[in-house]
């Protein structure tokens, strides 16, 4: 067995993937496998990945497959790894060379099931720090993590025991599959340790299908993914532990970055009024939310003229 697993799902990547893998394989922690699929990819990925391979054949394993998707991508690695822990890197983000290690290290030393690091967001070459967990957002570690950055995959170390035994997977066939499924981890475990130390660095890029300049209708995956993760909490989360916590998750991903990503495009109008009516069917208080209430004047403002359906007013805001 080893130490990590780390799951690289490739697809367009040729200018990124490069830098990728040479942060993982130059890792401190020595006994790691990498698990890098290539999801049918058209461009030349496959010939850098090959030429890792053949550099590092103890750690480099590679899979070639038909395009499908990065949820199945990585719920495939999942099943194949061996180690300990499992992490997921995306293949046009790169992390610090000590990574591994030190979130390994703390795994082993606080017995988490889950580890979280701090990470930065790079857009245009300018980093933006961004807290793994925060701790001030709520008194509780496993709160935290809902309320933080546990939208996201990356950045996170699991036990692979834990993932056998919350069976939980990526949602396939969507985009947002982070969201409809990371944040249920905590039902399962609130054994969550946190690396105060930015390790990972998580790349915004121009025409990812979240920064599309024209519609791209998996965009409206967001839909099926806040579904998927109301229902998982619907069905174990009995006693209602977490429902401000998951109301907070549909403020976020749906009332407000859903709206600024659909706004952008001039057939927005269906999909607004569905979050709309979303809102008020599921969590008609939803602005007595003491998560929300923390937000800046303008996110709120924003959310508030969203619920309004005064999208002419949300447009001008955005724009000052």
């Known amino acids: 067995m080893k130490k990590v ?4 799902p490739v697809y367009g990547v040729e200018k990124y993937i490069q830098k990728c893998l040479d942060s993982l394989v130059n890792q401190t922690l020595e006994d ?10 058209k461009d030349n990925s496959q010939i850098i990945i090959d030429d890792f ?15 499908e998707g990065q949820a199945i991508a990585r ?19 790169w992390v610090d060379y000590t990574m591994l290690e030190k979130m390994y290290n703390n795994a082993k030393k606080t017995k988490a099931d889950i580890v979280i690091c701090d990470h930065y967001q790079v857009i245009n070459d300018k980093l933006k720090y961004i807290l793994g967990i925060n701790i001030n957002a709520s008194q509780s570690i496993d709160k935290s993590f809902l309320v933080s950055a546990s939208s996201i ?13 919350s069976k939980l997977k990526f949602l396939e066939h969507h985009v947002y599959e982070d969201i409809a499924t990371v944040p249920a981890h905590i039902i399962f475990t609130s054994s969550i340790s946190h690396v105060n130390e930015p390790l990972y ?4 890029r121009e025409g990812s299908t ?13 839909f099926d993914s806040m579904d998927n993760i109301i229902t998982i909490f619907q069905k174990y989360n009995k006693d209602k532990k977490y429902i401000e916590e998951l109301e907070y998750l549909y403020i ?30 599921k969590f008609p208080n939803w602005s007595k939310n003491k998560y929300y209430k923390k937000e800046n004047i303008k996110y709120k403002i924003i959310c508030r003229l969203v619920m309004m359906n005064q999208i002419k007013l949300v447009k001008m805001l955005i724009k000052g």
Do not use: W
């Not at 391979?53 to 395009?67: A, Q």
């Not at 495939?76 to 300990?84: D, F």
């Not at 927005?268 to 979050?275: A, F, L, P, Q």
């Open 153 to 165: 995959t990356c950045a996170k170390l699991f036990r692979k025991k834990h993932l056998e035994k």
């Open 210 to 222: 979240m920064n599309q300049i024209t519609y791209n209708k998996k965009l409206e995956d967001i």
């Open 75 to 93: 719920n495939i690695g999942t099943s194949m790894a061996t180690g300990e822990y499992i992490m997921y890197v995306d293949s046009d983000d």
């Open 5 to 8: 697993s780390v799951i690289v």
């Open 201 to 204: 660095y998580y790349l915004i």
């Open 252 to 281: 976020i991903h749906l009332l407000h970055e859903a709206t600024l990503r659909f706004i952008k495009f001039d057939n927005y109008r269906v999909n607004i009024n569905k979050i709309i009516a979303i809102m008020k069917k």
């Open 32 to 41: 790691i496998e990498i698990i890098v699929i290539n999801d049918g990819t």
């Open 53 to 67: 391979k053949k550099e590092y054949p103890k750690k480099i394993i590679s899979i070639i497959k038909e395009n």
